[in-house]
């Protein structure tokens, strides 16, 4: 089985900062892509971020420049950096990660964090 932990959530003023952290652990061959997800309320779940195993970075238009997308491939783990923050950022963040976990058959699936919660308010 695999289990993914997130933490570093919490409640912060405007223009501040919080990093988000996320570890996969489990039965683990290799994890290829990683991301986060947030969902507002009475909003749809929405891409954040998302980083490929070699790096790449993806970013929503709302977010370039103040948020960065980090991973540990050693330590399983993807990081979120989240600078400026604004009170359109509130919201429950999830981490995902799609994940190998044997080489025969070699296939990726999906897995979810249980979500942590992010509120940007005065």
């Known amino acids: 089985q695999v289990q993914l932990v997130e933490s570093g959530g919490g409640s912060v003023q405007p223009g501040g900062s919080l990093r988000l952290s996320c570890a996969a652990s489990?039965?683990?061959?290799?994890?290829?892509?990683m991301g986060w997800y947030r969902q507002a309320p009475g909003k749809e779940r929405e891409l954040v971020a998302d980083i490929t195993s070699g790096g790449n970075t993806n970013y929503v238009d709302s977010v370039k420049g103040r948020f960065t997308i980090s991973r540990d491939n050693a330590k399983n783990t993807v990081y979120l950096q989240m600078n400026s923050l604004r009170p359109e950022d509130t919201a429950v963040y999830y981490c995902?990660?799609?994940?190998?976990?044997?080489?025969?058959?070699?296939?990726?699936?999906?897995?979810w964090g249980k979500g942590t919660l992010v509120t940007v308010s005065s």
């Open positions: 489990g039965i683990i061959f290799s994890i290829n892509g």
């Open positions: 995902n990660a799609e994940v190998v976990v044997g080489p025969l058959p070699y296939v990726g699936v999906d897995y």
